[in-house]
């Protein structure tokens, strides 16, 4: 079965700085997919970004970025020039190609401070 | 629709009655799934469909829970003799697909927040 480890449930940063929040994961599968969904007070998750395990390369969306380290099993966002909409909950998670489910942490509550 | 719609967006019932909850996915996509969220807390799967069947119902925590999908577009999740743990959100995604190869991003409901007195 695949674990999904998220080791900071709070974390805050000033806006404009820069902040990484981590993830860890656990499997024998080779391919599979990860993702970060944002959830704001709304409780809408929004997908924020998408890595394939197969691509070497990091993934970026705007202020959004990721550290993949597939040896490692691990799986980091890093968002910059925080803003005060950046202010939610994070989860990250897993999908093994070959099954429909994802795996989600327990999340990490992010404040972005004016 | 232009999203995932969820109904009603919150449930307040007493202990030992039943609830349904009512998933509509967008037009097209054939997975959808279940999850469960309580209070400060990550997302618990429940179950999944593709299309009218549902392959992986190994979340469902008791057979008090159960779910079905009709037409291969809407999902309702009913609790019957509902307990105080079961409060929660429960949320509801869709997906173009599922299964091998697939790398679709779940597209999110805005949940049913369920409070059991």
């Known amino acids: 079965a695949q674990t999904v480890t998220q080791s900071q449930p709070e974390m805050s940063v000033q806006e404009a700085e820069t902040v990484t929040l981590s993830c860890t994961y656990d499997t024998s599968e080779n391919n599979y997919y990860l993702f970060w969904y944002k959830q704001p007070p709304s409780r809408q998750m929004i997908l924020v970004i998408r890595q394939e395990a197969y691509k070497q390369q990091n993934a970026t969306e705007n202020r959004f970025s990721v550290n993949f380290q597939k040896a490692a099993k691990s799986f980091s966002l890093k968002i910059s020039d925080s803003q005060l909409g950046d202010t939610a909950m994070y989860f990250c998670a897993f999908t093994n190609t070959n099954a429909g489910k994802s795996t989600f942490g327990d999340g990490t509550t992010l404040t972005v401070k004016p | 629709g232009a999203g995932v719609s969820q109904s009603p967006s919150n449930k307040v019932t007493e202990k030992g009655k039943d609830v349904e909850l009512r998933c509509d996915p967008i037009s097209g996509h054939t997975a959808l799934y279940w999850y469960r969220q309580r209070l400060g807390q990550g997302l618990e799967f429940l179950i999944y469909f593709q299309g009218n069947s549902a392959p992986d119902k190994s979340g469902l925590p008791s057979d008090r829970f159960s779910a079905e999908r009709t037409g291969e577009s809407v999902s309702t999740l009913t609790i019957q003799r509902t307990q105080q743990e079961d409060s929660a959100v429960y949320l509801c995604?869709?997906?173009?697909?599922?299964?091998?190869?697939?790398?679709?991003?779940?597209?999110f409901g805005s949940g049913t927040q369920l409070s059991v007195l």
């Open positions: 995604a869709s997906s173009l697909g599922s299964g091998i190869g697939t790398n679709e991003k779940l597209l």
